[in-house]
């Protein structure tokens, strides 16, 4: 049986790698059942909400999105739509692969990049500070870290490298100068790793440095975990060692539902040209299938994927060609065979 999917075409550039991605599925012969919702501007068209109840209730019925990039609208009213997605499903995972597929300054990167997803900075709690006639004379947000938060972050880490027979486990942290809060996600970290001593091999850097020992020899790390901003900013970081934005997948997950997008945003740049690499949202949505057991078809999809790009004969402008999103599609198709 068909298994049902939500999927969330999005803004600027994702409707068009949302088509092209459902037709490399559908190449494949992925037994899913599509189910189509609107969020972000889309969502405002139709529904004057960004993330209107139908779609939310989609995804509580299926329990799986493949979501394209959504513009929040500016200014008051709106809600954030991520913030509301990871509340309303509790995606405290945010699980960001990357690996070379093409030899460049690198030749050998893999890395896997957890990121705590609910808690720290970007829990919303800001406020401005009045101080005399001046209304924003000083700002202050609040970093929230929690013992159950962060024990559940490194234990996803820490089972995920098992699953995916992976050797070690890199905590991030700034608890030199964070001594509460980062000093807590350190403190839970180490208890945790003991709990894998002789499975899972652990070591723990400090976030300026780890910035550094990744442009310079990121070979080295295998499973990365650390906290909210860390993770959203070490992740790019990561993905540009690896050929950019293009060909970046991410997945949120929670206790029972999981929602699959591509790290990079709406691109208005070069929205409606056709030349946006759909790549990011194709792996994503591997690892979609993985997520609903269709292993095999993931592979499959990613091998044709790889191969494309490799052959390079067929690539789109940020992987230095002249094809269309259309172009690099059918070429993928041609390989799944
Ligand atoms: P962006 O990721 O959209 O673009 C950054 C640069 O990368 C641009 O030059 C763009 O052309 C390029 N790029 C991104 N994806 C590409 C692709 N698939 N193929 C080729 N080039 C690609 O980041 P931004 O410009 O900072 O953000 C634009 C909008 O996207 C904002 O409204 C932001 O809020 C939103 N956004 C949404 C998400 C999400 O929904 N998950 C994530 C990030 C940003």
């Given at each position: 049986?068909?298994?049902?999917?939500?999927?969330?075409?999005?803004?600027?550039?994702?409707?068009?790698?949302?088509?092209?991605?459902?037709?490399?599925?559908?190449?494949?012969?992925?037994?899913?059942?599509?189910?189509?919702?609107?969020?972000?501007?889309?969502?405002?068209?139709?529904?004057?909400?960004?993330?209107?109840?139908a779609?939310?209730?989609?995804?509580?019925?299926?329990?799986?999105?493949?979501?394209?990039?959504l513009?929040?609208?500016?200014?008051?009213?709106?809600?954030?739509?991520?913030?509301?997605?990871?509340?309303?499903?509790?995606?405290?995972?945010?699980?960001?692969?990357?690996?070379?597929?093409?030899?460049?300054?690198?030749?050998?990167?893999?890395?896997?990049?957890?990121?705590?997803?609910?808690?720290?900075?970007?829990?919303?709690?800001?406020?401005?500070?009045?101080?005399?006639?001046?209304?924003k004379?000083?700002?202050?947000?609040?970093?929230?870290?929690?013992?159950?938060?962060?024990?559940?972050?490194?234990?996803?880490?820490?089972?995920?490298?098992?699953?995916?027979?992976?050797?070690?486990?890199?905590?991030?942290?700034?608890?030199?100068?964070?001594?509460?809060?980062?000093?807590?996600?350190?403190?839970?970290?180490?208890?945790?790793?003991?709990?894998?001593?002789?499975?899972?091999?652990?070591?723990?850097?400090?976030?300026?440095?780890?910035?550094?020992?990744?442009?310079?020899?990121?070979?080295?790390?295998?499973?990365?975990?650390?906290?909210?901003?860390?993770?959203?900013?070490?992740?790019?970081?990561?993905?540009?060692?690896?050929?950019?934005?293009?060909?970046?997948?991410?997945?949120?997950?929670?206790?029972?539902?999981?929602?699959?997008?591509?790290v990079?945003?709406?691109?208005?740049d070069?929205?409606?040209?056709?030349?946006?690499?759909?790549g990011?949202?194709?792996?994503?949505?591997?690892?979609?299938?993985?997520?609903?057991?269709?292993?095999?078809?993931?592979?499959?999809?990613?091998?044709?994927?790889?191969?494309?790009?490799?052959?390079?004969?067929?690539?789109?402008r940020?992987?230095?060609?002249?094809?269309?999103?259309?172009?690099?599609?059918?070429?993928?198709?041609?390989?799944?065979?």
């Amino acid at each position: 049986m068909a298994t049902p999917v939500t999927l969330i075409p999005g803004d600027g550039i994702g409707p068009s790698i949302a088509d092209a991605t459902v037709r490399i599925l559908a190449a494949a012969g992925a037994d899913v059942e599509w189910d189509r919702q609107v969020a972000g501007m889309a969502g405002v068209a139709r529904w004057n909400d960004p993330i209107p109840d139908a779609t939310l209730d989609s995804i509580k019925r299926t329990r799986v999105a493949l979501k394209g990039p959504l513009e929040t609208p500016v200014g008051e009213g709106f809600r954030s739509i991520n913030v509301a997605l990871r509340k309303t499903f509790d995606l405290y995972a945010n699980v960001r692969p990357a690996h070379t597929i093409v030899p460049g300054r690198f030749d050998n990167v893999d890395i896997v990049l957890v990121r705590e997803n609910t808690e720290g900075l970007y829990i919303g709690v800001e406020h401005y500070v009045k101080i005399g006639d001046d209304p924003k004379a000083a700002a202050e947000s609040v970093a929230i870290i929690t013992r159950h938060g962060s024990e559940r972050i490194v234990r996803y880490a820490f089972d995920y490298a098992i699953a995916h027979n992976r050797q070690k486990v890199t905590l991030v942290h700034k608890a030199n100068i964070l001594k509460f809060s980062q000093g807590l996600f350190l403190d839970v970290g180490r208890l945790i790793a003991r709990e894998y001593e002789g499975r899972v091999h652990f070591e723990e850097r400090i976030i300026d440095a780890m910035a550094m020992h990744l442009v310079m020899r990121p070979e080295q790390f295998d499973v990365v975990v650390t906290t909210n901003l860390f993770g959203d900013i070490l992740s790019d970081e990561i993905s540009g060692l690896v050929g950019g934005l293009g060909l970046a997948p991410g997945a949120n997950f929670g206790t029972n539902t999981a929602i699959f997008e591509a790290v990079h945003g709406t691109a208005p740049d070069i929205a409606g040209r056709n030349i946006a690499n759909p790549g990011a949202l194709v792996l994503a949505a591997c690892m979609m299938l993985d997520h609903i057991g269709d292993r095999g078809r993931a592979e499959h999809i990613r091998h044709a994927f790889e191969g494309t790009i490799r052959d390079g004969a067929v690539l789109t402008r940020d992987l230095g060609g002249t094809s269309t999103t259309d172009e690099f599609t059918d070429a993928v198709i041609a390989r799944l065979g």
